[in-house]
């Protein structure tokens, strides 16, 4: 596996490599043609200037399970393309996890050598204990969180597929 985490009980931070390029790994993450064809299939729509409105939107699986009309949010603090992007993050399908508040989400995007690129995802959980357990992947219930994704997100810009993708077509 290459996603890699370091987990403290404030801060987790996930890296992963990922052979693609600043621009395509940035279109990934903020673009809603390719967000939701990865992780758990949920588009998500940035407003990519600070103080923009971030929002993500169940699938139909979600949906049908009764998921609320928008997922997750938050707001847009600091947007670097195709670098570095910082915003709030905050999961609205639980009161638990909506009271625990929007807490702050970093991306940046490290070229390396070969075509060769490192993503790190930073979130900041403090005072968010279930928030923590879920994006960590602990929380089994809500899937396999930030080490699952960014691995999706890498199997899907290397390959052309994805978990979710796959999913769709059986």
Known sequence: MTTTSM????????????????QAIWDAITSPDWNGRYGYGARGEYDLRPGGRY??????????????????????VESDPP????????????AETVAEGAKQLTWEIAEGKDGVCTLT???????????????????????????MVLEDLK????????????????
Do not use: C, N
Request: hydrophobic residues 35%; proline residues 6%.
């Open 55 to 76: 929002r993500v939107f169940p699938s139909k699986a979600m949906k049908d399970y009764g998921s609320p009309d928008v997922i997750i949010d938050g707001e847009v």
């Open 83 to 94: 670098r570095k992007l910082v915003q709030t993050w905050r999961p609205l399908w639980d």
């Open 7 to 22: 987990k403290r009980e404030e801060t987790q931070v996930f890296q992963v490599s990922i052979k693609a390029t600043p």
């Open 155 to 170: 199997q899907l810009l290397e390959t052309g597929t994805s978990a979710v993708l796959q999913q769709a077509q059986q």
């Open 121 to 147: 995802v930073t979130h900041e959980l403090t005072d968010a204990p279930k928030t923590r357990k879920m994006v960590s992947g602990e929380l089994k219930e809500a899937g396999g969180g930030w080490p």
